[in-house]
């Protein structure tokens, strides 16, 4: 504001940087179980209120309350417990796996295990995610094995995709998991082309679509809205807001929009925010916005507030742009301990059955990976042909390409 | 057999494509109650419903993102990019999306879409209703692309084109519509009905892709050509006297190269000619081919006739198109060489 007379160009900033004190001041936190849970059917524009918010179930103590609890046994949330501790364990041994050069590239979860693992188990069987590169939490809570995983990440002679995509970007139609591009909001679009193509079959299965905070700005987001609201497509359009995109802050994405969420709502489809890292608040919400995309009610958009603690991916330092202790200021705590505390309160789990199951699962991984590791790694061992190269460019080979095939030797 | 117009037989085509497969959906801009721009989806929402044909916002990569999420469930999408000038918001989507997913989930998901598109020039479009970008698609592998030249093939290749399980771009040569266009554009309009290749079968038949035609036997030269440019090369060769062998590729990928090469070997002597712009253009592709495999049997180098290295103009449309003179031009050259 210094010179009225001459414009000025407004950059955002994040609230800190390196070197900084931590400060989440600006993220507005409601208490647990104060928001409403509203019809199904409710008119979007009777919910505004639910895109500036947060829902959560479990506040400090550990306990569930409010209108979004009482949705899930003890059992299904042991089990949703042990899928984000192996997610966990997983993300541990294959970044020291990649340290190590058995991979040339990972992508880890660390802290926003809830979101994929909850979400998972709303759908059915059937249903389709279009996930991007941070959701593995959908195979491991649907038991897609692990050692088919790694061998995708080792890119070894077993890998499902023969070598030919960068370490972790799965496919897997029987799990419902649409192949990962690695590309960025392309498939946010085609989750609503999937949805719209249900509806026209008359079927009964719906899709979930995934994007990050800062992908939100391609345009291909602003498409997927439009389709999915002029066509009412059943599709759940997630929105995994970790507060950073590589070194970007969030707010470079979101500009002058309250939430992300709030982009929903000059489309006509309901927004709903959640608190990321409250297993049953995630589940609560995913079913709520399945429940209406069955019911032939349309989409909805969902904003789950996380943070990415760990680096974007093993090629990335974040202590270079944010600092080292922000993650541990992060005001909605850790997906796992948060869920542990609740199933301790709820009498069905303890802290020795919780270092049991951890040793448990981490010998799980660890046998998955030998198991993986027979087949090769990226530099030693068993690899995808030569020929692999070639082969499903097209259903059918055309002439040139069998002529580069033959010129390669194969 | 019927008589009709490259629209007719179009829309014939998606016609026959949606009665027999409840898996075919045809959308995009105008494309529902009104049909379409050049009227191409005329009446096919009202015989098959507003599921199966509908309009779509104005948002390219939507219309291709939202059929390559279709195919993915099974749908069959046969899907119209208004102008292929408009196709530029949807590049991504096609290029890292739709031509890669059967090669990067090793066939777990596969994309059998058709994206329409008028092509071309020769209506006084300008710079944004007359481009050629089918260059832009060859250089992509995992797509497919055809370029019909009369309403026979038109019909044919888009009925394999919607059956294919790979994606493909199906660009239409929006000059040819409604006639066989020499490039004589200030003669009267020969329509299709006086042509044999407007003469067409009613019901189901494909052409297969990746097969050229030799539209003009001869002995001289060979003129390699698409789209409109086939037209004009054979009026090229009538006017010059040139006894050029014309082959209507039909299909640019894959490409027919052994037709190529047997023509070429033939006559030794070779001019591709395309209304898209020169450099990088495909005619690069094919001159090149033509070098590596008929090298020996070259009497002189292989010219390229194409739109000039300037965007589309509007008011010096026919300075710019690449006519039958430039073509008869090239063909002397090459003969004099």
Redesign the interface.
Known sequence: MSDPDRLSLHVPEPAVRPGGQPDFSNVKIPKAGSVPRPEIDVAPEEIRDLAYSIIRVLNRDGEAVGPWAGLLSDDELLAGLKHMMTLRAFDARMVMAQRQGKTSFYMQHLGEEAVSCAFRKALDKGD?N?PTYRQAGLLIADEYPMVEMMNQIFSNESD???G??LPI?Y???EHGF??I?G?LA?Q??????????????NDTKI?AAWIGDGSTAE??FH??L??AS?YKAPVILNIVNNQWAISTFQGIARGGSGTFAARGLGFGIPALRVDGNDYLAVYAVAKWAAERARRNLGPTVIEYVTYRVGAHSTSDDPSAYRPKTESEAWPLGDPVLRLKKHLILRGAWSEERHTQAEAEIVDAVIQAQKQAEGHGTLHAGGRPSVRDIFE????EM????RRQRQKAGY | MARMTMIEAVRSAMDVAMGRDDNV?VFGEDVGYFGGVFRCTQGLQAKYGK??CFD??I?E??IV???????????KPCVEIQFADYMY?AY??IT??AAR??????????CPIVLRMPTGGGIFGGQTHSQSPEALFTHV??L?VVVPSNPYDAKGLLIASIED??PVMFLEPKRLYNGPFDGHHDRPVIPWSKHDLGEVPEGHYTIPI?KAEVRRKGSAVTVVAYGTMVHVALAAAEETGIDAEVIDLRSL???D?DAIVQSVEKTGRCVVVHEATLTSGFGGEIASLVQEHCFYHLEAPVVRVAGWDTPYPHAQEWDYFPGPARVGRALVEVMEA
């Not at chain 1, 946010?188 to 079959?201: D, L, T």
């Not at chain 1, 499903?392 to 259903?395: F, H, R």
């Open positions: 389709m279009f499902p995709l023969r030919r995509q970007m496919s897997s139609k649409f192949t591009s590309n392309t946010y679009v085609q989750a609503v082309g999937w949805a719209m193509a249900s509806a026209i079959k899709a345009s291909d498409s997927a439009v389709f002029t499903g460019v097209y259903a055309p002439p040139h390409i | 959906v599921t199966r779509a916002p948002s990569s939507g993102g939202t059929a390559i999420g279709m195919a993915a469930y099974g749908l918001p991504d989507q890292q999306e997913i059967r090669y990067r989930s090793n066939g777990d998901f596969t592998c995992g497919k399980p790979d990746g990928l894959p490409l190269l």
